[in-house]
């Protein structure tokens, strides 16, 4: 296997076109990679600036989960700080965790972020939403999204061998009309997400919440749900 490192979105294109393969840490493609043999090509993007940007409104896509620290909003650092081991976290990336992972643990937290990712494909460099991101799984360069009021993070503990623990992430955003409160929830494999206008009453929060997506979610996870959203500005009104 030969392994680019290019310096450039440019170059990163280069070697797309040749048929490169995108490698971030390597923690989910080296047994398989072992197992059923290696790609002729692939690439890493840790060399590419654009991929390595860290900051309140932006994450690149080769940045390492271990990276990311109070540069990052909340709700996103605690996304990365609960994924796998130190091990793990030292060396997998937020490309290959939210395109190239079953979990997913960072997805809730980039949606309730309302983040747009900036992808490479082999014709060039575009934006788009994450719904297409996790279902095209094109070459994440980075995420960028605009910093929220508040946010709140909470992965339940899970048993080894059993299902995905349940995530739940929040993040109350100013509108034009007043705050929007979105919420999102890994149950299972699933991802789950909702959005309301933030009020001046909790219940009429959760009311309207539970009229989205969330209207069959199990009674545990919702009341997960309800204590992360009573405990955020945005649940109980705008502060
Ligand atoms: C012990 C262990 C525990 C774990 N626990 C969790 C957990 O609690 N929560 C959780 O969410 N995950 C968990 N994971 C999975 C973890 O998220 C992934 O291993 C990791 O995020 C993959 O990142 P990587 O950079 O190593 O990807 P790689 O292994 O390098 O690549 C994985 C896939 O992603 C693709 N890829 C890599 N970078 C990009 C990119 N920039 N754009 C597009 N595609 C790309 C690759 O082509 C490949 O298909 C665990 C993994 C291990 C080994």
């Not at 980039?110 to 994450?130: K, N, Q």
């Not at 539970?210 to 109980?236: C, E, I, K, M, N």
Request: hydrophobic residues 45%.
């Amino acid at each position: 296997m030969l392994l680019r490192l290019p310096t450039s979105v440019s170059a990163a294109q280069e070697c797309l076109a040749e048929g490169a393969v995108p490698i971030g840490g390597a923690t989910l493609v080296w047994a398989t990679w072992q197992r059923d043999g290696f790609p002729e090509l692939a690439m890493s993007l840790r060399d590419v600036p654009e991929a390595n940007v860290l900051g309140r409104e932006t994450v690149g896509g080769a940045v390492v989960l271990d990276r990311m620290d109070g540069r990052v909003p909340d709700v996103l650092r605690l996304a990365a700080a609960g994924v796998g081991t130190g091990a793990v976290r030292r060396t997998a990336t937020v490309g290959g965790n939210l395109v190239g992972s079953a979990l997913r643990c960072l997805l809730p937290a980039a949606i309730v972020l309302d983040a747009r990712a900036t992808v490479l494909e082999p014709h060039g460099v575009h934006e788009t939403d994450l719904s297409e991101l996790v279902a095209k799984r094109p070459v994440l360069l980075s995420l960028r999204w605009r910093e929220p009021i508040a946010c709140a993070y909470r992965k339940l503990a899970g048993e080894a061998g059993g299902p995905p623990p349940l995530v739940v992430a929040s993040a109350v955003h100013a509108d034009d009309g007043g705050g929007r409160l979105r919420v999102a929830v890994r149950e299972g494999y699933d991802v789950l997400s909702g959005s309301a206008p933030c009020g001046t009453d909790t219940e009429e929060v959760l009311d309207a919440l539970r009229a989205t997506a969330f209207a069959d979610l199990p009674a545990a996870a919702w009341q997960v749900v309800r204590s992360q959203v009573t405990g955020l500005p945005g649940g109980r009104g705008r502060d």
